[in-house]
């Protein structure tokens, strides 16, 4: 079992930056690949970023590409998204995701094990 507690979310102007944490617990961190996701109000859960076990492999959504950041630090079984020139439509709840087993798609959420409850990020204009 994994538990996955998100931070960092809030309200922020556009063009701004904010950082989001995810802290893991339970199985050893290194043993899973870890995701960003995010929804909008109205819309389906959709990827934004990814990063593989050992950090060296990132993957990003085209739309975040330039602006956002996922790393890990495995020593402190944490995740992050630094997100940098944020827009309006980057507004939504951002949920991190763990793939321990199975077959990985890294943009497809069905392929993750674990969630975290999830942190509002607010764009204003």
């Known amino acids: 079992q994994v538990q996955l507690v998100e931070s960092g979310g809030g309200f922020v102007q556009a063009g701004g930056s904010l950082r989001l944490s995810c802290a893991a617990s339970?199985?050893?961190?290194?043993?899973?690949?870890m995701g960003w996701f995010r929804q909008a109000p109205g819309k389906e859960r959709e990827f934004v970023a990814a990063v593989r076990r050992t950090g060296s492999i990132t993957y990003y959504t085209d739309s975040v590409k330039g602006r956002f950041t996922i790393s890990r630090d495995n020593a402190k079984n944490t995740v992050y998204l630094q997100m940098n020139s944020v827009k309006p439509e980057d507004t939504a709840v951002y949920y991190c995701?763990?793939?321990?087993?199975?077959?990985?798609?890294?943009?497809?959420?069905?392929?993750?094990?674990?969630w975290g409850q999830g942190t509002q990020v607010t764009v204003s204009s």
């Open positions: 339970g199985r050893t961190f290194s043993t899973y690949d």
């Open positions: 995701a763990a793939h321990w087993a199975g077959n990985y798609d890294y943009t497809n959420s069905g392929t993750y094990n674990y």
